[in-house]
């Protein structure tokens, strides 16, 4: 059964690696144009975490504490929706978005021409960082951005919600993913240590340090980090070859739900109450019934919504475990039905 597990791993990586090797020969035409004398290829950091991790909140903190550095976002999201590169959007201006897909897998070929035309600009940014997928390998974006002879990799940072890190790394469809996340990662960031004791923080981060050894790890709450500490993650962790299960993008599976008309913040709870296993995230655009546009976010059991700019489409992206897929999916459509909203995008 060993070698079993190991052929599939290897095979994984394979195929995630030959993905983005896709985008080779474009590269290569992208660095025919560009100054091959630059001094310095582009640093590449590399956003990854399970979905809901808090990604994207530390991305902006990032974003609004970098001082004069000149920086590009790559933001993949999974699913329709491009709900995160518009968040990131809001407090800067130079996104690019890669939509639907998992970027590592079904993306590889377009993460690969967006690194070369970003680092190939005549006026290149001084560091390019990329938010993957919750659902994303990291490894296989690292080898996208080694193989760029314009970008060269700064850091991987896996961020992981503090509060839910017990449950999803014991859960059967997400742990193992998890699990590669961290093993890829320089640095491990820790969200929602804020409604954390100190003692259990201190004992979350020692316990991950045992079992993922060589990486600082360090509490992000509110996403709050040193920003040189992100942009620069491989000068303070080891990064070891990666082990354990392989990635498979097809083990998650994402609809759009249609929220057409507005909703209570009562009837909303009631809603989300009423979820069956098998979700791991909701993420999104609603109307209130007062007439506000939010920005929703559900993940692990918790939820919150903050205003966005009115006129938004009310539609919420879901993101759910694939092998588990009708019966969550009958789960949403009965409790959708009662506001009659409408699940799309369902293939």
């Given at each position: 059964?060993?070698?079993?597990?190991?052929?599939?791993?290897?095979?994984?990586?394979?195929?995630?690696?030959?993905?983005?090797?896709?985008?080779?020969?474009?590269?290569?035409?992208?660095?025919?144009?560009?100054?091959?004398?630059?001094?310095?290829?582009?640093?590449?950091?590399?956003?990854?975490?399970?979905?809901?991790?808090?990604?994207?909140?530390?991305?902006?903190?990032?974003?609004?504490?970098?001082?004069?550095?000149?920086?590009?976002?790559?933001?993949?999201?999974?699913?329709?929706?491009?709900?995160?590169?518009?968040?990131?959007?809001?407090?800067?201006?130079?996104?690019?978005?890669?939509?639907?897909?998992?970027?590592?897998?079904?993306?590889?070929?377009?993460?690969?021409?967006?690194?070369?035309?970003?680092?190939?600009?005549?006026?290149?940014?001084?560091?390019?960082?990329?938010?993957?997928?919750?659902?994303?390998?990291?490894?296989?974006?690292?080898?996208?951005?080694?193989?760029?002879?314009?970008?060269?990799?700064?850091?991987?940072?896996?961020?992981?919600?503090?509060?839910?890190?017990?449950?999803?790394?014991?859960?059967?469809?997400?742990?193992?993913?998890?699990?590669?996340?961290?093993?890829?990662?320089?640095?491990?960031?820790?969200?929602?240590?804020?409604?954390?004791?100190?003692?259990?923080?201190?004992?979350?981060?020692?316990?991950?340090?045992?079992?993922?050894?060589?990486?600082?790890?360090?509490?992000?709450?509110?996403?709050?980090?040193?920003?040189?500490?992100?942009?620069?993650?491989?000068?303070?962790?080891?990064?070891?070859?990666?082990?354990?299960?392989?990635?498979?993008?097809?083990?998650?599976?994402?609809?759009?739900?249609?929220?057409?008309?507005?909703?209570?913040?009562?009837?909303?709870?009631?809603?989300?109450?009423?979820?069956?296993?098998?979700?791991?995230?909701?993420?999104?655009?609603?109307?209130?019934?007062?007439?506000?546009?939010?920005?929703?976010?559900?993940?692990?059991?918790?939820?919150?919504?903050?205003?966005?700019?009115?006129?938004?489409?009310?539609?919420?992206?879901?993101?759910?475990?694939?092998?588990d897929r009708p019966a969550w999916l009958a789960g949403l459509g009965r409790a959708c039905g009662r506001f009659g909203w409408s699940i799309a995008g369902d293939a």
């Amino acid at each position: 059964m060993a070698d079993v597990g190991v052929h599939a791993r290897l095979r994984a990586e394979w195929f995630g690696l030959t993905a983005a090797l896709q985008g080779v020969h474009e590269i290569g035409r992208q660095c025919e144009g560009a100054d091959r004398a630059r001094a310095a290829a582009v640093d590449v950091t590399l956003l990854s975490g399970f979905l809901g991790a808090g990604k994207t909140t530390l991305l902006r903190h990032l974003l609004a504490h970098s001082g004069e550095r000149r920086l590009a976002v790559v933001v993949n999201d999974f699913g329709e929706l491009g709900f995160d590169a518009g968040q990131i959007r809001a407090v800067h201006g130079d996104v690019i978005e890669l939509s639907n897909g998992c970027s590592c897998c079904a993306m590889g070929a377009d993460f690969a021409r967006t690194l070369a035309q970003l680092a190939g600009r005549e006026s290149a940014p001084d560091a390019i960082v990329v938010e993957a997928s919750g659902v994303a390998d990291p490894n296989a974006l690292a080898a996208a951005v080694l193989v760029c002879p314009l970008t060269r990799l700064a850091g991987i940072v896996t961020v992981i919600d503090g509060l839910a890190y017990p449950g999803a790394i014991a859960d059967p469809g997400a742990g193992p993913l998890l699990r590669r996340q961290i093993e890829a990662a320089h640095l491990i960031a820790l969200t929602r240590t804020d409604a954390m004791s100190d003692d259990r923080v201190s004992a979350l981060q020692a316990q991950i340090g045992r079992e993922h050894p060589g990486r600082r790890v360090l509490a992000a709450a509110h996403g709050v980090i040193d920003p040189a500490l992100v942009l620069q993650a491989s000068r303070f962790g080891a990064r070891p070859a990666p082990s354990g299960a392989s990635h498979d993008a097809r083990g998650f599976h994402a609809v759009t739900v249609r929220a057409a008309s507005p909703v209570s913040e009562q009837a909303l709870a009631a809603f989300l109450a009423g979820l069956p296993g098998g979700i791991y995230r909701i993420k999104g655009h609603l109307v209130l019934d007062a007439g506000d546009c939010v920005d929703f976010q559900w993940a692990g059991g918790r939820w919150r919504f903050e205003a966005c700019v009115p006129g938004e489409t009310a539609e919420l992206t879901v993101i759910g475990v694939a092998a588990d897929r009708p019966a969550w999916l009958a789960g949403l459509g009965r409790a959708c039905g009662r506001f009659g909203w409408s699940i799309a995008g369902d293939a």
